[in-house]
């Protein structure tokens, strides 16, 4: 069974512009959650969708969106980019909602640098 | 407001020994409680979990122990093997459907051969 992947790899972007950062989940899984780690700082969420919906979010502004496609795959942009949204962004994918109570299943994660 | 808390960057151990990592959490709302581990280049894969209403939960080398009064929970990996090092990362949540992670920020262990 192929395990969650994430695409690209490795990305560079200069200040304001945006940047979108795909993500395909185990097969059959429908929930996908997204996390930014930052050094010192751990990982830390960002949303969740399953079926489509966004069922929960994080404390980050408005310039980070994502969306949920009817294949489970997802998609999160952020806009306006900044220094400090250089990042390791994570996507992790589980059966059912609520992720945190079940375990989930991380990508590689998509390296952003924002120069 | 760092409401997860790994105040250890870093453990170096011997192989075979215990190693021993920490976590302390200020949210007493937390019931639920989990341990990842990350090698460079790779996403964190789960290890363990507990629920707040134990107090140790044991798989294999891998054993948690929660201390709920002292909002604190460690992780013992015995024997420790050169294959453990690794950041590890532990991780807690409440709340019904809208249960998020909130992690805290990693302890990098290194078993010395």
């Known amino acids: 069974k192929a395990g969650v992947t994430q695409t690209p790899r490795y990305l560079i972007k ?11 989940p185990i097969s059959g899984h429908r929930s996908v959650s997204w996390y930014q780690q930052t050094p010192g700082q751990g990982l830390q969420f960002l949303f969740e969708y399953f079926s489509e919906t966004q069922r929960n979010k994080g404390n980050f502004p408005g310039r980070f969106s994502g969306r949920q496609f009817s294949n489970s795959r997802s998609e999160m942009n952020v806009s306006t980019l900044e220094l400090g949204d250089s990042a390791l962004y994570l996507c992790a994918s589980s059966l059912v909602p609520g992720g945190a109570y079940n375990e989930q299943f991380f990508g590689p994660g998509t390296r952003l ?3 | 407001d760092q409401q997860v808390k790994q105040n250890s ?8 020994r215990i190693s021993i990592l920490n976590c302390d959490y200020t949210n007493s709302m937390f019931d639920y ?5 990350k090698y460079p280049a790779e996403g964190p894969t789960f290890l363990i979990s507990i629920s707040s209403i134990k107090d ?4 294999g080398r891998f054993t948690v122990f929660l201390n709920k009064s002292a909002k604190h929970l460690s992780l013992h990996i015995v024997p420790s093997q050169p294959g453990d090092s690794a950041v590890y990362f532990c991780a807690a949540s409440y709340g019904g459907s809208a249960r998020q992670l909130t992690f805290g920020s990693g302890t990098q262990l290194t078993v010395l051969p």
């Open chain 1, 14 to 24: 200069t200040r304001g512009q945006q940047v979108t950062l795909s993500c395909s």
């Open chain 1, 113 to 115: 640098t924002v120069l």
């Open chain 2, 9 to 16: 960057p870093s453990l170096s151990v011997q192989e075979g």
């Open chain 2, 33 to 37: 409680f989990l341990w990842y581990k």
């Open chain 2, 56 to 59: 140790k939960n044991e798989d």
